[in-house]
């Protein structure tokens, strides 16, 4: 009688336990405030909710006066491929990247104004996981057209810069050292080629290598800057 009074009491205690951990987790759930743009509520914000998100002004309004603890919510609920790009946004705030920054930014239809409260907000993001090794500062200045902030000029971000008034001007006017670093991050497919186009320079072959260049969209003039800047190397 007395083992089975035990048991009984036992698991009384069992059943009470379980109700109060189950209580006390839905309470701990109701009492944490929704992510800002999660409309699903699954903890994580898709591209959809975040394109929604921004073509909202009432939740913008929300997210962009919100404390930091909730926008450091936000932002580290975000897919990780917008998180990415939104990190990318952020270095080239306040560096002579962030014009063709917004220029991006405007043509994927992200106003100026939005997209400099967006990088001010992920520069005060915790980071994210285990912590990193401190990368080495330097005072050197950023690689003209290097968006990414890697060091290296692919061919979409050489290409970008073409494209680009302020950046051509930018390079162009820029010291043999600044033009330097640019040619030296070049991916090296392209390298090779503006190396074969210096070499071209002055010689009977440069006809031929200017109409190459006008075929691909360069025009004589850059393609003589180009070479110039090369040789000088």
């Known amino acids: 009688m007395k083992y089975l009074l035990k048991i009984t009491v036992m698991t009384t205690l069992t059943a009470l336990m379980a109700c109060t951990l189950s209580v006390h987790a839905q309470t701990s759930s109701e ?32 997210l962009f ?40 930014c405007e043509r994927s239809g992200l106003s100026a104004a939005d997209a400099e409260r967006i990088a001010l907000a992920m520069k005060v993001q ?17 690689i003209i057209a290097d968006l990414d902030g890697d060091g290296r000029i692919s061919r979409s971000e050489a290409e970008n810069m073409m494209n680009s008034l302020a950046l051509k001007s930018e390079l162009f006017n820029a010291s043999v050292e600044e033009q330097s670093r ?8 392209i390298r090779v080629k503006l190396m074969k186009l210096a070499r071209a320079y002055g010689t009977p072959r ?27 190397k």
Request: with cysteine.
């Open 31 to 62: 009492n944490a405030s929704p992510i800002i743009a999660d409309l699903d509520g699954n903890g994580r914000i898709s591209r959809s909710e975040a394109e929604n998100m921004m073509n909202s002004p009432a939740l913008k309004s929300e």
């Open 182 to 189: 640019f040619y030296n991050a070049l991916e090296n497919s």
């Open 126 to 142: 915790p980071t994210k996981g285990k912590q990193k090794t401190p990368a080495t500062v330097t005072n050197e200045a950023p």
């Open 206 to 232: 440069w006809s031929f290598a200017i109409e190459m260049c006008e075929r691909s969209g360069l025009s004589a003039a850059d393609a003589e800057r180009i070479a110039l800047a090369m040789k000088a």
């Open 65 to 104: 006066n919100a404390a930091v603890e909730e926008q450091s919510r936000f932002y580290n609920a975000l897919e990780n491929s917008i998180r990415v790009k939104l990190m990318k946004l952020a270095r080239a705030y306040g560096t002579p990247r962030w014009s063709f920054a917004i220029e991006m």
